[in-house]
């Protein structure tokens, strides 16, 4: 499935938390400037799949592709310096820093994300530009998260369930960030409880189930087969 | 009333010492997340070092800064060859250091035998100042000012240098400060280094008030820890506080209650750790 256009690919990974082996022979291609939903339940892998790409956890086989560069293997800093940005599960924006200093820290490269940039995109962040992190709300901290991400000008941006735990107005406003942002070209791995957002955002999407991928295509065709995707996915 | 004064200067005094160990100690521990155990070790090499330039007619102020300098490399050996192998393992990480503390009070046995090495004040500093008719002895009033002055230039480079913020971040969420592209491994050495570095100085700067004898290293450490379980892991801000807190409970403890020094001292800890085992100021669990 690698193939030299893609923007990140993965063929064969497999992946443990410790003993127990998460990841089997999974592989997907995310194509330059395309938006890739990454779905399953809870507990199916889609988490580790993330930790794997970002370098948090070693594949024990297989390879993941950056351009054509293979960069599993890599420590997650010279993953993140080759241009993979991570949105974390739960945010873990640092607490102590001030929302400034979030961005300041995540700064690299060349690009034309900077922290007026990030504050453009999030007028509310420039309010609160020096109040520690810890004291945002859950909306805020979403974005500095975002915010944070960008900063390292990424080529490609995983995303781990941005809308989870927010209001429905700010689920709203975060889906529109992650269009916008791929709209102008940024190729994005968005994983997502929330289907709905998700389906609507994604040209292409990959269902993981119990660690395999079981269905790897465009959004129509995923659209489509609902009965696969209550089979995968539950109800939605 | 010359009794409180004076125990209040000494008091302060061997805060700013403390603060000196333990602000290194606590920003390890708050990194790294081990305690190193080698902390007091590399305070009494740092003061058998200052002997040693000093008995070479080096100047007490230069002799100070190089004897950092020198436990501060050592400590960027200690960090690179043998902690950074032992990557995960922290309980590994811990034994290590201790085994090391071990090696360094046993080498120092060997090289500067055991009979104490006083260390005289600088020259100028050695006769006391009067003050509203009491007197004080200069160079603890300059240990304590010198303490202040690397308490702000600590606070600047965290609190105020993108490094500083860098290494807030890898206290906070190493994971998360890697997947940012942070060279957190990197920042270990540098922090490990700049740490003991300030313990091998604090040893030369307490060499007037302590000497150097064996034992140095013991009776110093679990002051360090202390400080540091008070004040909260990882908290220049608690280590500052801390090291004032304790220094007060040992001395006057020690002055008014000899026989229940350690009680005073160790029962704030125990406290501490069950009470609040986030400290005064810090964020992570001791």
């Not at chain 1, 990959?206 to 995923?222: D, K, L, M, S």
């Not at chain 2, 990480?93 to 080498?107: E, R, S, Y």
């Not at chain 2, 002055?149 to 971040?169: C, K, V």
């Not at chain 2, 009776?219 to 304790?246: C, K, N, R, T």
Request: some cysteine.
């Amino acid at each position: 499935m690698a193939s030299d256009a893609a923007a990140l690919s993965l063929s064969g990974v497999d992946s443990f938390y410790g003993d127990s082996h998460v990841l089997h022979g999974v592989g997907f291609a995310l194509r330059p400037g395309r938006l890739l939903a990454l779905l399953g339940r809870n507990g199916a892998g889609k988490t580790t799949c993330l930790a794997t790409i970002m370098g948090f956890l070693r594949p024990r086989r297989g390879e993941i592709r950056l351009y054509g560069e293979r960069i599993s293997g890599l420590s997650p800093e010279a993953i993140c310096r080759r241009g993979v940005g991570l949105v974390p599960q739960g945010r873990r924006v640092f607490r102590s820093l001030t929302v400034r200093e979030n961005l300041a820290v995540a700064a690299r490269g060349r690009g034309p994300w900077t922290v007026e940039r990030v504050f453009e995109l999030f007028p509310r962040l420039r309010e609160r530009h020096g109040q520690l992190a810890g004291s945002l709300s859950g909306g805020e901290q979403q974005m500095l998260a975002i915010g944070r991400a960008l900063m390292g000008n990424p080529r490609v941006l995983l995303m781990d369930e941005p809308s989870e735990g927010l209001a429905p107005q700010i689920v709203a406003e975060v889906g529109r960030i992650i269009g916008r942002l791929n709209a102008e070209g940024l190729s994005i791995v968005l994983v997502e409880q929330n289907v709905k957002m998700t389906l609507g955002l994604a040209h292409d999407v990959v269902i993981i189930n119990t660690g395999a991928v079981v269905f790897e295509g465009p959004v129509e065709e995923a659209r489509r087969d609902e009965a696969r995707l209550a089979q995968h996915l539950g109800v939605f | 009333m010359q009794f409180w004064l004076i125990q209040t200067l000494n008091s302060l005094a061997l805060g700013g010492l403390l603060f000196l160990l333990s602000s290194g100690f606590s920003l390890i521990f708050g990194l790294q997340r081990i305690p190193n155990l080698a902390h007091g070790a590399l305070f009494m090499l740092g003061a058998y070092i200052g002997t040693s330039l000093l008995a070479r007619e080096v100047d007490f102020w230069l002799a100070a800064p190089l004897a950092g300098v020198l436990v501060g490399l050592l400590g960027v050996a200690l960090e690179r060859l043998v902690l950074r192998r032992l990557a995960g393992n922290e309980q590994g990480q811990v034994l290590v250091t201790l085994g090391v503390a071990f090696i360094i009070a046993d080498l120092c046995l060997l090289v500067w035998t055991g009979d104490p090495i006083p260390v005289p004040a600088p020259e100028g500093l050695r006769r006391p100042v009067f003050l509203f008719g009491f007197a004080f002895p200069t160079y603890r009033l300059v240990v304590l000012g010198i303490a202040v002055a690397a308490a702000i230039g600590l606070f600047l480079l965290m609190e105020r240098t993108r490094l500083g913020a860098m290494i807030r971040a890898g206290v906070d969420d190493p994971e998360m400060a890697r997947g940012v592209g942070i060279r957190v491994s990197g920042l270990f050495t540098t922090v490990f280094c700049l740490g003991v570095a300030l313990a091998g100085t604090a040893g030369v700067l307490g060499g007037p008030i302590l000497s150097a004898y064996p034992g140095l290293d013991a009776d110093m450490l679990p002051l360090a820890l202390v400080v540091v379980i008070l004040g909260g892991v990882g908290s220049l801000l608690g280590a500052f506080v801390g090291s004032f807190v304790v220094s007060s409970i040992y001395n006057f403890g020690t002055a008014l209650f000899p026989d229940l020094a350690y009680v005073i001292l160790f029962l704030p800890m125990v406290l501490a750790l069950v009470f609040k085992p986030e400290g005064l100021f810090g964020r992570v669990r001791a």
